[in-house]
Structure formats: structure tokens, C-alpha cells
């Protein structure tokens, strides 16, 4: 996941807060209501740059909505979908509750299935009578069936993998702005994509104007700083629609243009891939390395100079996010190294004791299948990943010649254009990531 920054503040916070988005910042904020706003169409009130295209903002606000569509879809039909079907129709707890008509029953099965992460809301009802109801507010509801053994109905549920709050986490990071979740009512017909007419703006959203969004997509004013957003439509949990809003500072927006859109296009798309890159380094790192520092038992292993019991320590600290650990004395000597061949973005500290230094450690969050997942799930882009100039993951496929490092590329009769990400290898040496744009890509098909 890539940063969270939360609504505005009077105090222009926003400016800082874009400088940490490799950090994960979960803050459910509230941003102040508008003292002055305005909004403007995609043509009136854009704020002009010196030496980029007019049209620059708007189609990095095009490319930034396109990646964060990818992200909702995974509350659509991705791979979350498939993990939240599996516990819950692998959940012996939750349909011996359903045959029981126990609500007791059916809320303790709930929150367990709640407390894996595969989901994050849950209902659950036997004809009209609602069993239980668990949850967060959320998005892209998933309706199915409970079954019995002998796969007969027992229940209806819907569920969620997406709540507002999470989505609101990683789009923020990835877009460095802002998100508005504004649940609509229907009124004269069609949608109102204005906090009016029963329509309200959820939790923890940017604050929008009062006056109303004449467009999609365009700009705002919010306690004088001039925003670019864009949106498109979602559902609401259990039901309902809502609209998804991606705000950014619109003088932010110059540092990725290009004499051309097509180059515009390539610019926001890199970021956002050295973005997913440089997260490793972020506080999902920082905090496996306090857990490291503080567990008992590697500390005694490494005090003590034991390898074996080292091992064992290490071999326990891997359930948790960590992929690969490697752990030295405090002379250098090699107590041990569990994890994953092919391991990215490694971070170093120390280990001390009593306040005294005994060793130190290497560790990694990400490896070369979870950063290929990550370019994939948000950006649709294929990668090649070399360490110390070895092919370790390619999702591209059978590659002969050389590749450029940037530039066009054809493969299977698919044009590309290469840019390139470098990094480190675990635990030291070069890493190189030839990341792989399908042309065109604003026209290329959102799904998963």
C-alpha cells in the first residue's frame, strides 16, 4: 500500500504531507469545511504553467483516475474477491451459526472473519431477518450464497473487501492528494454530484464545495489553493451509489508534464511506479524493524551467539510482512538468513541489549513477486527484474535481444514503452526494473 494523506487543513498542510507519501500515514482526518470554494469546468479557471501544455493536468488527472480504477476493481472482481468467497465459504463457525439461527454465534464467526483482512464488512440474512451486520463503512459490495455441506442455500450475504477508510488509505498515496466519497441521491432523473438533495459526502472525505461540481472533472478552489480533480462512479456498502473523487494541488501537477500527452501519460505512470518502490523503505519497513529490535528471543539468540536459536527466532518474525532477515553479530559474524531468494529494497539497523550493541540486521518487506504484483494490480504494467544483471522475475514473457532501458519496445506484436526503475538488492548490489507502459495506455481496458 502507498501513503494515505488525509483532507486539508486552514494551515495548508498539504504541501508538507505530499513530501512523505512513501509513508504510510492511516489518519482518518477531517478536513474543515470550505471557507471559500469554487469550482470551475475542465476549460474555465485551469491555472497555467510556464512551458507546459494547457491540457497537462487534465491528463495527469486522466492517468491518475485510470490506476485508481484498477484499485476499486479489486473490490470488483480481483483477487481480493476471490480470497473473501474462500474464508467465507471455508468458515465452519459461520454456517454452524446460520443452521443454528444463533445472531450470538453468527457475530463471533463475523469478527473472526473480519479480523483476517480478506474482508471488511459483513451481512448476513436468512430470508428477512438479518443475522448479523459487521463492519466498516465500505465500497463494491459482494453479494452471494452460505451453503451447507451438501451445498444447499442457507443464507444470503453481502460482503466487502473495501472500506472507505482503507480505499481512502491507499488512493490518497498513490494520487499524493486527496479523496472524496460522496453518496448520491437521485433527483430530476439523474445523478447529484453535490452534497445536496440527500446527497452527502462520507467520513473522512475532502471537503467539497457547497456550490456543487459543474463536471467530472476540473478544478476547485478550497481556502485558496486551486485543486484538479477527477471522478467516476463506484457502489456503496450494502447498497447505493457514490461518487469517487481524486483532488490534487494543482501546481503539482508541473512537475509531470511533457511537451506531449503521450509523454505526460509516461511521466505519471513512472512516478507512481518508483512510488510503489520507494513504500518499501516506508514506515510497513520501519515498523517490522521495531518488531525485530524488541523480540525477546532473537535478542537472547544473538546475545548469546547461538545460530540455531537465531534461526528459530527468525523463522518466527517471517509471519508477519517480513519476506527475508539477516542477522549478524556485533563483530560481523553470520548468525543466520531465512527469507526469500529474490528480495528487494533491503533496510539495515542495530540490535542492542541492556544498551549495549550486540548486532545487527538486514531486512526486507517486498520481494521481486510482491513488487510484480503491485505494478500489475495498480498500473497494469509488465515487468523484467534484474539483480547483478539476472533475469529474477519477468512477467512479460520469453525475451530475446536487449532490452532498452527507455523507449519503445514491441513484443508479440504489443508496442510498449520501457522506462526504467533502479533500486537496491538484498542485501546489497544493483537492482534494475525494466517496467513495461502498454500503448496506448488511456485506452488500454480497466479490469483485472
Known amino acids: 500500500m502507498i501513503a494515505r494523506v488525509p483532507p486539508p487543513s486552514r494551515a495548508r498542510s498539504a504541501a508538507v504531507l505530499l513530501a512523505v507519501a512513501g509513508a504510510v500515514l492511516l489518519l482518518g482526518g477531517c478536513g474543515s469545511s470550505a471557507k471559500s470554494s469554487s469550482s470551475s469546468s475542465e476549460s474555465v479557471g485551469e491555472q497555467r504553467f510556464a512551458g507546459t501544455p494547457p491540457s497537462c493536468a487534465a491528463t495527469v488527472m486522466q492517468t491518475l483516475q485510470r490506476i485508481v480504477e484498477r484499485v476499486y476493481r479489486e473490490g470488483v472482481r480481483g483477487p481480493r474477491i476471490g480470497s473473501a468467497k474462500y474464508v467465507l465459504r471455508s468458515s465452519t463457525a459461520l454456517r454452524s451459526a446460520v443452521e443454528a439461527g444463533s445472531a450470538a454465534a453468527a457475530r463471533a464467526a463475523a469478527k473472526q472473519l473480519l479480523a483476517t483482512g480478506h474482508l471488511t464488512d459483513l451481512r448476513v440474512s436468512v430470508g428477512s431477518r438479518t443475522l448479523v451486520a459487521a463492519g466498516k463503512p465500505g465500497l463494491t459490495p459482494l453479494n452471494g450464497t452460505l451453503e451447507d455441506a451438501e451445498g444447499a442455500p442457507l443464507a444470503s450475504y453481502v460482503a466487502s473487501v473495501w472500506s472507505d477508510e482503507g480505499f481512502m488509505a491507499e488512493v490518497g498515496g498513490v494520487i499524493e492528494g486527496y479523496v472524496a466519497l460522496l453518496e448520491l441521491s437521485k433527483g430530476a432523473g439523474e445523478e447529484i454530484h453535490t452534497p445536496r438533495g440527500g446527497a452527502h459526502l462520507l467520513a473522512g472525505s475532502f471537503p467539497l464545495p457547497t456550490a456543487g461540481l459543474t463536471a467530472n472533472a476540473g478544478t476547485l478552489t478550497h481556502d485558496g489553493i486551486v485543486y484538479r480533480y477527477a471522478s467516476f462512479p463506484g457502489e456503496a456498502y450494502p447498497a447505493g451509489a457514490v461518487r ?29 511506479a518508483h512510488l510503489i518502490y520507494n513504500e518499501e523503505h516506508g514506515p510497513p519497513a520501519l515498523k517490522q524493524i521495531a518488531r525485530v529490535q524488541h523480540n525477546r528471543a532473537l535478542l537472547e539468540a544473538v546475545a548469546t551467539r547461538d545460530p540455531a536459536a537465531t534461526v528459530t527466532a527468525i523463522k518466527a518474525l517471517l509471519n508477519e510482512h517480513i519476506v527475508r532477515l539477516r542477522v549478524f553479530a556485533s563483530d560481523g559474524e553470520l548468525l543466520g538468513d531465512v527469507g526469500r531468494p529474490y528480495v528487494l529494497a533491503p533496510v539495515r539497523a542495530p540490535l542492542r541489549l541492556h544498551g549495549r550493541t550486540i548486532g545487527r540486521f538486514v531486512l526486507s518487506v517486498q520481494d521481486d513477486e510482491g513488487y510484480e504484483k503491485l505494478a500489475k494490480r495498480l498500473e497494469d504494467l509488465d515487468v523484467l527484474v534484474y539483480m547483478n544483471s539476472k533475469i529474477v522475475k519477468n512477467s512479460l514473457g520469453p525475451v530475446t535481444g536487449e532490452v532498452p532501458a527507455n523507449g519503445p519496445y514491441s513484443y508479440a506484436g504489443h508496442s510498449f514503452r520501457v522506462f526504467t526503475v533502479h533500486g537496491e538488492a538484498f542485501p546489497s548490489g544493483p537492482l534494475v526494473i525494466r517496467v513495461f507502459e502498454p500503448l496506448p495506455y488511456l485506452s488500454q481496458p480497466i479490469g483485472n
Do not use: K, P, Q
Open 244 to 272: 469517487i473523487y481524486l483532488l490534487r494541488e494543482a501546481s503539482t501537477t508541473a512537475r509531470l508534464c511533457a511537451r506531449s500527452s503521450e509523454g505526460t501519460v509516461l511521466n505519471t505512470v513512472r512516478h507512481v
